[in-house]
């Protein structure tokens, strides 16, 4: 494959070069869901000529689908299936007193745990130091979907949100990178200010892939890898963070920044 020398190419040239990039990638995108389409009506059309008894309603499902939008499971309305109890659990009921649970080790009763961080920390969170917690962002499912344009356009970048009073505190701005540090790593966000969070919690929307993310870094830089004691679960939101602004913005530098992102 040649190589191209954009040091040499006018602006017009590399407008144009851009511009044939761009129908090149929503070409090979159309080729792409093109070949998945075709795949999925080979798949029902072989369904529709299978034996009656191996058949499945699959052809049927995806045509409402595409019709319709959306299907609902064929479940009784209303669909009340605990009314007469059938819980999962040793006497069918809802428990408030697990003897399961006593018989592994936990307490048998609904109990607060507090968070790992409040466990080893010997005080509390001064005013550098903040509940760090990374729910999916609203176009993303964790990491998935992550990799789609059309999503990432929609979060437009990873950002750090911060309560207003927080913000004050720790004299940061609107639009300032921080760098969010603990022991176990660092990453830079910018900062948006988010009347809606609870004072002494930050908020990093996820997951970001690391390859398109800013220096290559996401914030499960800062999260813990530790597994909950009941269930091995993630302990993500079990994170204590402090903040260092790395760069103060202004209302030139911030307009940049979001262009160029």
Known sequence: MASINVDKMSLKDLNDLEAKLTKAKAAVRNRAKSEAKQKIDAILAADRQAPRKQRHTAHRIWQRLLD????????????????????????????????????DGYDPVPAYTPPLWQQTLEREPDATQFVCISPPAHSFLNSTFANMERFRTREERPVLRMHPADAATASIAEGDEV???????????????DTGLVPGTVLAPGVWWTK??????????????QESEMGAGATFYDTLVRLEVVRRSTAETTEARVFAD
């Open 212 to 225: 398109l993310s800013p220096n290559r870094r996401n914030i499960n830089r800062v999260t813990s890898a």
């Open 68 to 103: 319709e939008g959306f299907v609902r499971l064929n479940l009784p309305k209303p669909w009340l299936p605990f009314a007469e109890g059938g819980f999962p659990t040793p006497s069918g009921k809802c428990e408030f007193y697990s003897e399961r649970m006593a018989a």
């Open 179 to 193: 760098r969010v540090y603990n022991e176990r790593g660092d990453v830079l966000l910018p900062v948006e200010i």
